[in-house]
């Protein structure tokens, strides 16, 4: 599979086989994040690995009550570490480049994901508070993204798109 097919593989999954994620394959995804672009290479994120049942229930509360997200074998929370990027940055890299760096990672995580044969689902993490409190962040850092992972037991219909001719805005040359 190359990266195009990946990208057009990929789709929301919200069933998962109970099946365990090997080892070789959770870290190849966290490698594969770890490569995605940062704001000065700073990479003002921490990827939290969650396994245990009482941790993912706290973090289904934390997602407005989204059980799915629980019965995924691992849950990846991706958190935004504020200071690591506004010491560079000021208030841009505290408000936006550390969101920016933590979402980049989150895709490339996602993709290698599809080529392993696994299934995610972005879910936001709307308590943040809860999430926090749920695997133990540090003071600073906040949840932004909670990643599902597993082998997928659901093939959902496609989503749509919008078309190209509305997305994109050509300005010429
Ligand atoms: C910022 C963001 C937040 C999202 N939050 C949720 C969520 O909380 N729960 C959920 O089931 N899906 C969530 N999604 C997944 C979207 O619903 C999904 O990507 C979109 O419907 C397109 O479907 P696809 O991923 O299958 O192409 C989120 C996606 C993004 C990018």
């Not at 941790?55 to 407005?64: M, P, T």
Request: proline letters at 5%; aromatic letters at 6%.
């Amino acid at each position: 599979m190359n990266v195009l097919e990946a990208i057009h593989a990929r789709q929301s999954i919200r069933a998962y086989q109970a099946r365990v994620v090997e080892l070789e394959k959770l870290e190849a995804i966290l490698a594969a994040a770890n490569r995605a672009a940062s704001a000065a290479n700073l990479q003002a994120y921490q990827v939290y690995v969650v396994r245990d049942a009482a941790r993912k229930q706290a973090l289904v509360a934390a997602a407005a009550g989204q059980k799915f997200l629980a019965t995924a074998p691992v849950v990846l929370v991706f958190a935004v570490d504020p200071v690591r990027s506004a010491a560079k940055f000021g208030p841009r890299g505290e408000q936006v480049y550390c969101m920016q760096d933590a979402c980049a990672a989150v895709c490339q995580a996602m993709l290698a994901a599809v080529e392993l044969g696994l299934g995610t689902c972005w879910v936001d993490a709307v308590d943040e508070g809860l999430a926090g409190r749920a695997i133990g962040l540090p003071a600073g850092q906040r949840a932004a993204v909670i990643l599902p992972l597993g082998y997928p037991a659901e093939n959902p219909p496609r989503t749509t798109r919008r078309a190209l001719s509305d997305l994109v805005r050509d300005l010429g040359t």
